[in-house]
């Protein structure tokens, strides 16, 4: 494949827990499921980059492997180090694992609209342990805004401060970024870029590509209930987006209605 045809399938997660209240739970998949997807990638050849790598392999930096994926979960929760982890401890997966600093330690109290207010996150102990297995952490803002409804300089402030928190207490430079809520304008984007980042994640329904911008890079939801096959269908959108489309039609998983009822800004239009 030509490197300007090439497109690396990023997966995004948030909880790995078998409970979750109804208007979390299009973000919470099971474990037993989280466990059956990493094998079907091992098994089938796919070779897991973290954020970072995927961006060095885009640039020509390093080489692509000839099944690239790349792992991420957001916002930081408990559950990643009780059950994501031990699964990708076991088949030597890399992903990256966007932190938000200011519930380190603590629970899940900006989830307030979604009656999740008490999801335990990660300690510093577990976050130290995680980096210590190869997972790359990324900075996920320090409260967990809707950076484009934000004034520049509270945006600023969120995204400078979740990166000096992380790299003060881990002692490494913190080189991703991902938007919470998927929500951010160019100005945004600009303020990562000039903040020492070296690449973001949206969200997007769409497989990343090589040319996509590395301060936008695409991801592709796994939901809950996905059976093998439509993950199978996942990771190769790009060739089979038509069927893709039309099986989350008729499973009623529209991802993008999925992320806005995750928004405490349900009403809002996203700019």
Known sequence: MKTAERYIPILMYHSISQSANPRFKQLAVAPVMFAAQMDYLHR???TPLNVTQCLKAMQGKIPFP?????ITFDDGFADFYDYALPILTRYQFTATLYITTAYIGKTSTWLRPENETERPMLNWAQIEEIRWAGIECGAHT?????LDLLPLSLAREEIALSKLILEQRLGQEICSFAYPFGYYTPDVRELVQQL???SACA???ATCAVTSHPFSLERLMVTPGMSIEAFRLL???????????????RARIPVKQ???SYSAALTRTRR
């Open 258 to 260: 999925v992320l806005r």
């Open 196 to 198: 020492g980042f070296t």
């Open 203 to 205: 969200v997007n329904f």
């Open 44 to 46: 089938n050849g796919y």
């Open 142 to 146: 320090h409260t967990h805004p809707a």
């Open 66 to 70: 000839a099944k690239p994926v790349v």
């Open 235 to 249: 990771l190769h959108q790009e060739e089979e987006a038509p069927v893709l489309k039309r099986m989350y039609i």
